[in-house]
């Protein structure tokens, strides 16, 4: 199975860069295995397939499956940074800060909630 992703596709750069969902979702709905690929065509272009990075996303609990992939806030941590290099330098400007407010937001988001799984003692479980 495989579902091609488009919504960061804007301009020629991210249109280059195939990125394709591999598995069908899980428990909860989400999917785990995902792969950005360099895929350009067209004219002045090389014909190009080259596989950039295969991402690979927690698949099922830990207690029960220990750890096997990323999580969202791994991720998140990744682009965090790199925003934060581009505001401390020459391309610093307004909508990367508010880009990096909204991924500093969604990371308190996804903390609080496991604080919260915590405080229940169900993190690490399929326990809504």
Same mark, same amino acid.
């Given at each position: 199975?495989?579902?091609?992703?488009?919504?960061?596709?804007?301009?020629?750069? &991210? !249109? =280059? /860069? @195939?990125?394709? %969902?591999? *598995?069908?979702?899980?428990?909860?709905? +989400?999917?785990?295995?995902?792969?950005?690929?360099?895929?350009?065509?067209?004219?002045?272009?090389?014909?190009?397939?080259?596989?950039?990075?295969?991402?690979?996303?927690?698949?099922?609990?830990?207690?029960?499956?220990?750890?096997?992939?990323?999580? &969202? !806030? =791994? /991720? @998140?941590?990744? %682009?965090? *940074?790199?925003?934060?290099?581009?505001? +401390?330098?020459?391309?610093?400007?307004?909508?990367?800060?508010?880009?990096?407010?909204?991924?500093?937001?969604?990371?308190?988001?996804?903390?609080?909630?496991?604080?919260?799984?915590?405080?229940?003692?169900?993190?690490?479980?399929?326990?809504?």
């Amino acid at each position: 199975m495989s579902r091609r992703i488009q919504t960061h596709e804007v301009n020629g750069l &991210n !249109e =280059a /860069l @195939l990125v394709a %969902v591999l *598995d069908e979702p899980g428990h909860g709905g +989400a999917c785990h295995h995902y792969q950005i690929r360099r895929w350009e065509r067209g004219p002045g272009f090389m014909h190009d397939d080259v596989e950039l990075c295969s991402i690979q996303f927690q698949n099922g609990p830990i207690k029960e499956h220990g750890v096997n992939g990323i999580s &969202n !806030e =791994a /991720l @998140l941590a990744i %682009v965090r *940074d790199r925003l934060e290099c581009f505001q +401390a330098g020459e391309y610093a400007c307004g909508t990367n800060e508010q880009a990096l407010n909204h991924v500093v937001s969604a990371m308190v988001a996804l903390a609080s909630r496991t604080r919260e799984r915590v405080e229940r003692g169900v993190e690490g479980t399929h326990v809504k």
